[in-house]
T-cell receptor, first 115, second 115 residues
């Protein structure tokens, strides 16, 4: 069974600074998908960024980028120029390839952006 | 944030009550999901429906009964729940097809308290 581990229950960062959230996973699959979801306080969970395991290039979405290390089974999220609206729970998630509906989540990291 | 809606947003029920949670998606998706989110635990996938057919049931107790009358609506019928069932219940949808790479779109959740 796949597992996803987020080792940082809580983190804080000063506004405009950069922060990196860690995620490791365990799988025997070769092709799979990784996601970072964001859940702001009392608001809906939304996708931040996703990565396909067969792509070597790290995904980026504006201020959000990932460091995907397939051999190490590591998938960290970097947030640059942190903004107050980035305050949220961040969940790392894993999905197998074709035919799978199972999205396995980590326990989440609570990020606070400090003015 | 109105693509997936859930009602009610808050629910308090006794252990002998019967209640239902409703989810509706306006995104034209074909797959819908129920998740349970408890404090300090990863999101737990409960049920998956793809084109109205149940494709996943992750060993969920029978006191939770899903219903998917069409691709836009999903219900979770609750009866004789236990206090440990208190949690945030999230609904999600995705395009469907089980490719594993699909982004899931989440509703705001129903906060359930079982007394």
């Amino acid at each position: 069974a796949q597992t996803v581990t987020q080792s940082q229950p809580e983190m804080s960062v000063q506004e405009a600074e950069t922060v990196t959230l860690s995620c490791t996973y365990d799988t025997s699959e070769n092709n799979y998908y990784l996601f970072w979801y964001k859940q702001p306080p009392s608001r809906q969970m939304i996708l931040v960024i996703r990565q396909e395991a067969y792509k070597q290039q790290n995904a980026t979405e504006n201020r959000f980028s990932v460091n995907f290390q397939k051999a190490a089974k590591s998938f960290s999220l970097k947030i640059s120029d942190s903004q107050l609206g980035d305050t949220a729970m961040y969940f790392c998630a894993f999905s197998e390839g074709a035919g799978s509906y199972q999205l396995t989540f980590g326990k989440g990291t609570k990020l606070s952006v400090i003015p | 944030e109105t693509g997936v809606t859930q009602t009610p947003r808050h629910l308090v029920m006794g252990m002998t009550n019967k209640k239902s949670l409703k989810c509706e998606q306006h995104l034209g998706h074909n797959a819908m999901y129920w998740y349970k989110q408890s404090a300090k635990k990863p999101l737990e996938l409960m049920f998956v429906y793809n084109f109205k057919e149940q494709t996943e049931n992750n060993s969920v107790p029978s006191r939770f009964s899903p219903e998917c009358p069409n691709s836009s609506h999903l219900f979770l019928h609750l009866h004789t729940l236990q206090p440990e069932d208190s949690a945030l219940y999230l609904c999600a949808s995705s395009p469907g097809g089980g490719s594993g790479e699909e982004t899931q779109y989440f509703g705001p959740g129903t906060r359930l308290l079982v007394l």
